[in-house]
């Protein structure tokens, strides 16, 4: 039998095409799985079926090829999964710690708009708990209905099933887990069979993973993935949370923000040796990011 060995991933969605920050991520596992002598695995989060698209996944591939970055192991993608993610929500129902919520956007927006708020309120403020309080019976009726809903993760009910819960940061240190810094979360709803939160944790404990690198961006989601993880009996990786690229004037390099794409870098004739020299010399001041 093979000896298991420690395990990074780089876990890009295809929903556009690859830039800069993503290089950045994707070189952070490979530099970690380095220095652990462990593997670097890619995984394709494709659950978000109306963004995604199948080009943007192929060039993906393409651009990390030409970055020269490896990978170990096959490739897994996320929408070949759904059934693996729904038992998972299956059991999750099973222990009592999710209800479905009935409310839209709108209604959620105006029953917040009437309440009084904390000055220091956490994320469970941030949904006024309209269905978490919601009879059995009306519960069952409605689904019965065939109404639209979706899953909510009960932030309070959890924490009385899992008891308090720990996780390791490599930069941050020792974390004490709180559930409520994102409030009732959905895990699933009728037009997304399954969260990005119930996705990546499965998913990790399925690759192996042991050591989750990542923006931070992502900090706050590690309470639900630590909570998610006791509820399923999965392993528990260590955690390591990185700064994020920017430009000149302090604005995150995102998809959202129109960040150069490596499409465009290519094009222009940009080297992969002397993109990986940029992105180490904007780490050196601090995230900066420049075209050098």
């Known amino acids: 039998m093979a000896?298991?060995?420690?395990?990074?991933?780089?876990?890009?969605?295809?929903?556009?095409?690859?830039?800069?920050?993503?290089?950045?991520?994707?070189?952070?596992?490979?530099?970690?799985?380095?220095?652990?002598?462990?593997l670097c695995r890619l995984r394709i989060e494709d659950i978000d079926l109306q963004r995604c698209r199948p080009e943007y996944a192929e060039a993906l591939l393409d651009d990390l090829a030409w970055l020269g970055l490896r990978f170990d192991g096959e490739v897994m993608v996320q929408s070949r999964r759904m059934e693996i993610y729904r038992q998972a929500l299956e059991l999750l129902k099973g222990m009592g710690v999710l209800y479905p919520c009935f409310c839209t956007r709108k209604e959620i927006a105006e029953r917040?708009?009437?309440?009084?708020?904390?000055?220091?309120?956490?994320a469970c403020d941030a949904y006024p708990g309209t269905c978490r309080a919601m009879g059995q019976g009306e519960r069952e009726a409605r689904l019965?209905?065939?109404?639209?809903?979706?899953?909510?993760?009960?932030?309070?009910?959890?924490?009385?099933?899992?008891?308090?819960?720990?996780?390791?940061?490599?930069?941050?240190?020792?974390?004490?887990?709180?559930?409520?810094?994102?409030?009732?979360?959905?895990?699933?709803?009728?037009?997304?069979?399954?969260?990005?939160?119930?996705?990546?944790?499965?998913?990790d404990a399925a690759q192996g993973i042991t050591h989750v690198t990542r923006g931070m961006d992502l900090f706050e989601s590690t309470h639900v993935h630590?909570?998610?993880?006791?509820?399923?009996?999965?392993?528990?990786?260590?955690?390591?949370?990185?700064?994020?690229?920017?430009?000149?004037?302090?604005?995150?390099?995102?998809?959202?923000?129109?960040?150069?794409?490596?499409e465009s870098l290519r094009s222009a004739g940009m080297e992969p040796g002397r993109l990986l020299a940029s992105i180490e010399q904007a780490l050196a001041r601090g995230g900066v990011w420049k075209m050098e």
């Not at 917040?112 to 956490?122: F, L, N």
């Open 112 to 122: 917040m708009a009437e309440m009084p708020r904390a000055p220091h309120g956490t």
């Open 144 to 203: 019965a209905a065939g109404e639209a809903h979706a899953w909510r993760l009960d932030c309070r009910r959890v924490q009385d099933v899992t008891g308090s819960l720990e996780w390791l940061d490599l930069n941050e240190g020792r974390q004490v887990c709180e559930p409520s810094r994102l409030g009732d979360v959905i895990l699933a709803r009728k037009d997304f069979p399954v969260s990005y939160h119930l996705a990546v944790t499965v998913d």
């Open 3 to 38: 000896e298991a060995r420690e395990a990074t991933r780089f876990a890009p969605s295809p929903s556009g095409r690859l830039h800069v920050g993503h290089v950045l991520a994707a070189v952070e596992a490979r530099r970690l799985a380095d220095e652990l002598g462990g």
């Open 226 to 262: 630590r909570v998610l993880q006791a509820l399923l009996g999965l392993p528990v990786p260590v955690w390591k949370h990185h700064g994020l690229l920017c430009d000149e004037y302090g604005r995150r390099l995102a998809k959202r923000d129109g960040a150069r794409s490596l």
